[in-house]
């Protein structure tokens, strides 16, 4: 393909796409396939001569459509959102395009610096302090990791080396081994499993602080297991705090939780992968008060922020903290700039060594929405949201589990489990809209996201009133 034909073919797939998300909402939101489907549907080895761009766009309809869930149909309301925008995609676009791997600055430099740009831009809108910022001459700053299981691995591993360093240089007889055994990480049993991932991949135990009845952690149940865990001789040296948990949007009480971890000398890493877009907004704001006391905070513009995937947002007070845990300088990466005050070399801040110029979608979307077409994008959201808790605490039949802060509404059929779990099975089947459940304490639950970009009030009036429709079947298949 010449750049002719990739100016024409380049228009082709732009209204392809276009096409696709303006007539989304007509496609089934869930796919009728089974676990295999696609193999029988292509051939068996890559063809040895080219086929046609026409040959391949039709097979996309024919294989790969039929197999997609639509995560952006204004039917899709399970998990949390994955954002998406056309100045994001316009920005991925560019960013193919350039195709630089920026690992250093000298790399590409308007790709380090652009990056660290833009997460003070987003670390201003979002009101964090000072301290977080890289600025001029900061000892802190932002960086675009892959995903939140990312940025909370990487500030477990930046943590225990800091306490292995600390423990070593006070004890030199210690070795690092006998250091690790006792390491001890603490979150909420609300937190997302990528927390207890990242326990296993670092190798140290992670505990389980229980929630109160709000679904938080809270100062005494920390407090209580830090001074269990330190008088049978373990070393507790990470906590991470979820802003926003994935079961029910739940909020561990940083105000309580924040001055014992800087009491106790313990890293505190904040997990606001899905309501920290919210924070832009000043009526959400206190939702992170108490930010000042971690060590590093993470959430995920590529969730609810118009930015799409990839691009997770991390921030530390001391860089040199994560970047000292795992700097490696062969002969091939150094450059000439790299002990300058006010450079950065992201490979030092992250697993992978390569990366991608993926600031420029922050870039564009910021511009190109302004803050406050983010701030009016964010509050359609929860108003819909709450528009949905208000039907269904009209019905008799159902009950609300926990408290809509923002853009998600727990709900359940009273009864029991069993009728909960015929409910959602019946809905999915339906495939007219997509849901997905969790566990609260002992209660299974439905979970109603609002998700995509283009979703109204019509969109979850027809939702209520299929759920409705399938929860009538499920009870008086209940009374036969």
């Known amino acids: 393909m010449n750049a002719s034909e990739f100016r ?4 082709e797939m732009v209204d392809y796409v276009a096409n696709y998300l303006e007539g989304i909402e007509g496609r089934q939101v869930y796919p009728d396939v089974e676990p295999g489907y696609l193999r029988p549907l292509i051939p068996a080895a890559a063809p040895q001569e080219p086929d046609t761009f026409e040959d391949i766009i039709n097979d996309i309809e024919k294989i790969i459509m039929p197999g997609v869930t639509h ?6 309301f399970a998990y949390f959102p994955t954002a998406s925008s056309y100045p994001a995609m316009l920005a991925d676009m560019l960013c193919g395009a350039i195709g630089c791997i920026g690992f250093s600055w000298a790399a590409s430099p308007a790709c380090t610096e652009l990056e660290t740009v833009m997460m003070d831009w987003l670390g201003q809108m979002l009101e964090l302090p000072e301290a977080f910022l890289a600025g001029k001459a900061g000892e ?3 960086v675009i990791q892959g995903s939140a299981s990312e940025a909370t691995l990487m500030a477990l591993l930046a943590a225990r080396t800091k306490v292995i360093h600390q423990l070593q240089a006070e004890s030199p007889e210690l070795t690092q081994a006998a250091i690790m055994e006792k390491l001890v990480a603490y979150s909420s049993d609300q937190a997302h499993s990528s927390v207890e991932r990242a326990g296993l991949i670092g190798g140290v135990k992670l ?11 809270r100062a005494s149940a920390l407090q209580e297991a830090l001074k269990r865990d330190k008088a049978a001789g373990l070393i507790p040296f990470f906590v991470v705090a979820t802003l926003g948990t994935t079961t029910c949007c739940s909020f561990d009480n940083l105000l309580e939780v924040g001055p014992i971890c800087n009491k106790e000398d313990v890293w505190l890493h904040i ?3 899905y309501a920290g877009s919210a924070f832009i907004c000043p009526e959400f704001r206190h939702l992170l008060n108490g930010v000042e006391f971690a060590d590093s905070f993470n959430f995920n513009p590529h969730k609810w922020l118009l930015v799409n995937f990839d691009c997770s ?3 530390v007070k001391k860089r040199a903290d994560l970047t000292g845990a795992f700097r490696l300088d062969p002969t091939y990466l150094k450059h000439s700039h790299q002990d300058s005050g006010f450079i950065t070399d992201y490979r030092h801040w992250q697993i992978p060594l390569g990366r991608r110029f993926r600031s420029l979608k922050m870039w564009f979307v910021f511009r190109m929405y302004g803050v406050k077409g983010l701030q009016s994008y964010i509050r359609k959201h929860v108003q819909l949201s709450h528009e949905f808790e208000s039907l269904v605490r009209q019905d008799p039949r159902f009950e609300i589990c926990a408290e809509v802060t923002l853009g998600l509404v727990c709900f359940r059929l009273k009864g029991s489990n069993k009728v909960n779990e015929a409910l959602l099975q019946r809905i999915n089947s339906a495939k007219k809209i997509h849901l997905v459940p969790c566990h609260l304490r002992d209660k299974f639950v439905l979970r109603f996201a609002i998700c995509s970009r283009t979703v109204e009030s019509a969109h979850v009036q027809v939702a209520w009133e299929h759920i409705k429709e399938m929860a009538a079947d499920v009870l008086q ?4």
């Open 313 to 315: 947002a991390m921030w």
């Open 477 to 480: 298949a209940e009374m036969e």
């Open 8 to 11: 024409r073919r380049g228009k």
């Open 140 to 142: 802190g700053g932002g």
């Open 71 to 76: 995560w952006h149909s204004p039917y899709f």
């Open 207 to 217: 505990k389980a602080i229980p929630s109160d009845g709000n679904f938080a952690m």
């Open 271 to 273: 997990d606001a992968a």
